[in-house]
């Protein structure tokens, strides 16, 4: 059972009352995971399982738990022709989604980015930078976005120098020479 600790206390019914008409899915909470932060796998023997991770604020726990909801859904009305994020995955995220989207559930700053989101919802929150920024709030200091090119900075225990910037992603060069793309809300550490 979801709890207050998990998503924002005025979602509880909503959410609750969900996840009831869904025997066959079971939820699963587990640690940080670096790549995700949520999953829907269906399940041969017949249990459907979504993962979250347990690292999560409660509006991030809520909108994973949405998003990974709809593929559920998605998948018990067509199977696994589906596509993964596609039209009609997005119209039953919305579906979902739509009567949470208040000042009630979620703080204004975040459901104004939301609801931009929404509009066309991609495969990831962290890809709309507004989004993620107004989730993350003070939980990070530094990302990527606030460095300037010729920076160096420290990630997962590599250093790198910041390039330029593309369309949606930041390209930055390890210490090898090798080039990779991040995300400007990427939480980074300075490196001296």
């Known amino acids: ?10 979602a509880l019914p909503y959410v609750n009352g969900l996840l009831k008409s869904f025997p066959d899915l079971q939820i699963k909470i587990v640690g940080s995971r670096k790549s995700k932060t949520g999953d829907f796998r269906p399940n041969r023997s017949g249990k459907q399982v979504i993962t979250l991770n347990s690292d999560l604020t409660p509006e991030q726990f809520l ?13 018990k009305r067509r199977g696994r022709l589906s596509p993964p994020h596609g039209t009609q995955w997005k119209m039953i995220f919305k579906e979902l989604m739509h009567p949470l989207q208040t ?26 930078v ?15 976005q606030m460095l300037r090119p010729g920076e160096k900075f420290s990630f997962r225990n590599r250093i790198f120098t910041v390039g330029k910037t593309l369309r949606k992603r930041i390209v930055c060069r390890e210490q090898n020479g090798r080039e990779y793309l991040f995300q400007p809300h990427t939480p980074v550490e300075t490196f001296r």
């Open 130 to 144: 507004g989004l993620y920024n107004a989730l993350m709030g003070d939980r990070h200091a530094l990302t990527v």
């Open 103 to 128: 000042t009630t559930v979620f703080k204004p700053a975040v459901l104004h980015q939301l609801n931009d989101y929404m509009r066309n919802p991609g495969a990831t929150t962290s890809g709309h």
């Open 63 to 75: 909108i994973t738990l949405i998003h990974e909801l709809a593929h559920y859904v998605d998948y």
């Open 1 to 10: 059972m979801i709890t207050e600790n998990h998503i924002p206390v005025t």
